[in-house]
């Protein structure tokens, strides 16, 4: 699997989260680095219960994280470790001994299996990803710090149903911590709202997390019956999962490739200048972001803005330059309708159609320049993410490969005074807002 | 299964009544009939949802875990009963003889995978501790007579069914002999259940069989992505086509002929797929060369052929990035090779010229002679085996020359229609194909 992986909205995720490093996620990572660092003293103290169930659920768990998944959106799952290490936590009995670890115990194991599955990936030069461990340990100690205590309630150990009902809830609990730990470094690094980061990452989270927790609760209970060899049996199930969701990442990543790549006709069709694609989508997305768009929606503004320009390669000749925003608005329509119409041949991409056909209409719909109305039945206002794309390419446009804050401030200026009749002002500020956020960063 | 023949009838007739025999004159003593419900209603479960999962042909079958966890837990007489479920399955598509015969189908095959695993001494009923690991090599047993029992009653009534076409492949037009593997492997999932079934009862079923469920969801989402690459490599292509009105459909047919010719050599179904790929996208580099040079009417100048020359590099500028086209991406590079040396745009010669790009040369140019231009006809498929047959050895491979006359022969060649211009639109054709082996560009200076 390549490490490239769908970088699904989230160009620049990695170098930002190394400037940021400092804050939040420096905080978890020493949290939790802390944490097992005391978990592992304090076992080592008392001597570890059990030791060979220990070794077993350390070696599940190090498999587990070296067979990491990549999800939609740059994101880095480990189900296999997460399922055994929660298993580890609820466990209640091997064969007819009733487990008695304690949960700093559980951190322990989980803390050492974690950081062996890891170092595999670091000697291949890939990033270790710190926070998402962290975020993972934590999720897992909760579940143990809230399960060792009852795991000998007679209750409990009699009913297999209660057990069944503690562990569906303490899940389901440790999920969401895992969760909200990963909406709000997602909501820091990539400055999005926090609640739209927890509802796309609960939205991606949630069937894998279903998977992990039958999983987890499979071996705990394949482990009263069967004893331990059982452990790695039963991670049957989730690693066709696993297997299945590999492939589906690998698809979409091909995916995003093949649009980038038609997005590269135009290029070196000499319709567009180069790189102009691949800075209207980046900006494009950073400006959807901004102003709150949820994530599958930021993917189909991503694939638009790569594909805005499509409709140029039906012109027989490439327009001088290739800047849209200088040819009539009638011209500009005509070729949006064009672009629009070769994605409507891709069939899947329906919605991607009708934002690129819409990118040169009024942003109120209706008025002048709204061509796909009439004049009794004025034309809806195009979608946020047309508006969006509008705005940007036509920035980008004007101010093209300059990196001089001073014209970008100056071309902002100019979209400002013509928002309102052409652009989305709210599209505007935004656009401006990052505008000002990036040459802060370069000064 | 509109018009079935009498023997198709006469088979099903029978396989439906010796199933009814085996269900009714087996005793059902001892058989827990909660565990019957839940393990029938587990197996509807499964067979209710659809079972293949297009494209490549990636199966779903959970439904062996319910029978074999029944084979386990209840015998072959229960086993049987849970098999019958199968005539209820929620789908819409079987009609009811199928349905019937697929209830009798799965009961007789359970009842022979129980029989399988009593003889091999396996004991029924919930697993004890002790059990494993002796429990396995009973269980295989039975999943692989389960299986077998299936197929081979599935394949009985295939034959009797579909046409003589289909009957001369053999066993492989009938089936196909991939499935059982994957099937053998969801098998074992019915073992997990009846392991946990002595600890959780009924939830062993749930717990087992929702990460697959989680798993066919990620699979039906890959298949949607799968559809929309396609979908997107096909818009690669015709934006290509959008440049030449008498070009329509060439990649297609291009990546048609390639394929033809793949598959006579008999090169791996992987390699089959990524040289139709291949096929689709080898011209994509005419989109860097400017259109008027394209649909130039006069001789070209030297700097016009030069820009010609260089379409397939242009086309792996575009390309290069997607990740699952690396055999593709050689093919298209040097697709106007020739064996000779004398091509370009490396000027490679003989074995030096990848596979992918040798296959390509011939469909290529196959399909151009076969196609109307705007300055000539097209030729028949004769007339073009005969120019490609002409020019084998120097322009062309000889054997994959040979598989394509082969696969022509076999298969026929669809050649395209006569392209009608569009009414009321001027249209401007080009003047010359660069993919013409009969007529040679013209450049200024030359000859």
């Known amino acids: ?443 | 299964m509109g018009k079935l023949s009498r023997a198709a009838w006469l088979y099903i007739g029978t396989v439906v009544a010796v199933a009814a025999f085996v269900v009714a004159h087996s005793p059902p003593t001892g058989i827990s009939w909660s565990q019957l419900g839940v393990l029938a209603v587990l197996l509807l479960a499964c067979e209710s949802v659809p079972t293949s999962i297009m494209p490549r042909r990636i199966t779903w079958s959970p439904g062996y875990a319910a029978t074999l966890a029944s084979v386990v837990l209840l015998g072959p007489a229960g086993a049987a009963i849970v098999g019958v479920v199968c005539a209820f399955t929620l789908r819409r598509g079987p009609t009811i003889p199928q349905r019937v015969f697929n209830g009798a189908m799965y009961a007789l095959s359970a009842h022979a995978a129980g029989q399988v695993f009593l003889a091999l001494g396996g004991t029924v009923g919930v697993p004890a501790g002790d059990s494993f690991p002796v429990i396995i090599g009973p269980f295989a047993a039975a999943a692989a007579a389960h299986i077998a029992a299936n197929y081979g009653l599935l394949a009985g009534v295939l034959w009797l069914t579909r046409g003589p076409d289909r009957r001369q492949r053999g066993l492989h037009g009938i089936v196909d002999l991939r499935l059982p593997l994957p099937d053998f492997g969801y098998a074992f999932f019915g073992l997990l259940i009846a392991a946990i079934w002595s600890v959780v009862g009924p939830f062993a079923a749930i717990l087992v069989l929702i990460p697959l469920f989680v798993a066919r969801w990620a699979i039906a989402q890959f298949a949607d992505q799968q559809r929309a690459y396609e979908a997107t490599l096909r818009v690669l292509c015709q934006a290509v086509e959008t440049k030449d009105y008498y070009t329509r459909g060439h990649s297609e047919r291009v990546s048609k002929g390639s394929v033809m010719i793949a598959s006579a050599i008999g090169m791996r179904p992987e390699r089959v797929e990524a040289i139709r790929y291949a096929g689709m996208l080898h011209d994509v580099g005419k989109l860097g060369v400017p259109t008027k040079v394209l649909q130039k009417t006069g001789k070209l100048t030297e700097e016009e052929y030069a820009a010609i020359q260089l379409h397939p590099m242009r086309g792996l500028e575009i390309i290069r990035e997607i990740g699952f086209l690396d055999e593709a991406l050689a093919g298209i590079m040097h697709h106007h090779e020739r064996i000779d040396g004398r091509g370009y745009p490396m000027g490679l010669a003989g074995d030096e010229i990848p596979e992918f790009a040798r296959v390509l040369a011939v469909a290529d140019a196959f399909d151009c002679m076969t196609s109307t231009r705007s300055y000539r006809g097209a030729r028949t498929v004769c007339e073009a085996i005969a120019e490609l047959r002409r020019c084998s050895g120097t322009q062309f491979d000889p054997a994959f020359v040979d598989a394509l006359v082969a696969a022509v022969e076999r298969e026929g060649w669809q050649t395209p229609d006569v392209p009608v211009p569009p009414p009321g639109e001027e249209v401007t054709a080009a003047a010359y194909d660069h993919d013409d082996p009969v007529v040679p560009l013209r450049v200024v200076g030359s000859r």
């Open chain 1, 1 to 443: 699997m390549s490490v490239s992986q769908d970088r699904l909205a989230t160009t620049g995720l990695r170098a930002r989260a190394r400037r940021r490093a400092g804050s939040g996620q420096g905080v978890l990572v020493g949290a939790s680095g802390l944490l097992v660092v005391i978990a592992v003293a304090q076992t080592a103290m008392a001597g570890a219960v059990a030791a060979r169930e220990a070794i077993v659920f350390t070696a599940l768990i190090a498999l587990g994280e070296l067979l990491r998944l990549n999800l939609p959106g740059d994101r880095e799952a480990a189900p296999i470790g997460t399922a055994g290490a929660l298993a580890y936590a609820l466990l209640i009995r091997v064969g007819q001994l009733p487990a008695r670890h304690s949960a700093l115990q559980v951190v322990a194991v989980t803390g050492i299996g974690m950081i062996v599955g890891v170092l595999p990936h670091l000697a291949v030069g890939r990033p270790a990803r710190m926070t998402g461990m962290a975020a993972r340990l934590f999720a897992v100690a909760c579940a143990a710090f809230a399960f060792r205590p009852l795991a000998g309630n007679a209750a409990i150990v009699r009913h297999w149903w209660a057990a069944l009902a503690v562990m569906t809830l303490l899940i389901m609990a440790a999920w969401f911590v895992d969760v909200i730990i990963a909406a709000i470094i997602r909501a820091d690094t990539l400055r999005a709202r926090f609640w739209v980061t927890l509802t796309d990452e609960m939205r991606v989270q949630v069937l894998l997390g279903v998977a992990v927790g039958a999983s987890a609760m499979l071996i705990v209970f394949a482990a009263e019956a069967m004893g331990l060899v059982a452990v790695a049996v039963f991670i049957a199930p989730l690693l066709v999962t696993q297997v299945a969701f590999r492939r589906y990442a690998g698809i979409r990543a091909t995916y995003l490739q093949t649009v980038r790549a038609l997005a590269r006709v135009t290029e070196i069709g000499g319709y567009v200048e180069m790189g102009h694609a691949d800075r209207v989508s980046r900006l494009a997305v950073a400006v959807g972001r901004e102003l709150g768009m949820a994530e599958p929606d930021l993917l189909e503004l991503q694939y638009a803005a790569l594909i805005h320009d499509i409709g140029q390669i039906s012109l027989r000749d490439p327009i001088p330059g290739g800047a849209t925003v200088l040819v009539s608005p009638e011209d500009q329509r005509r070729i949006a309708e064009l672009g629009a119409e070769v994605i409507e041949q891709a069939k899947m991409l329906d919605s991607v159609a009708e934002i690129v056909r819409r990118q040169s209409d009024s942003y109120l719909g209706g008025g002048p320049a709204g061509a796909s109305g009439t004049a009794e039945e004025p034309a809806a206002p195009p979608p946020l993410s047309s508006r969006i794309i509008q705005a940007v390419n036509a920035f980008d446009d004007l101010v093209g490969n300059s990196a001089d804050p001073m014209r970008a401030a100056a071309v902002v200026e100019r979209l400002r005074l013509d928002a309102g009749a052409e652009y989305d002002p709210s599209v505007v500020e935004a656009l401006s807002r990052i505008i000002a956020r990036r040459s802060i960063l370069r000064t």
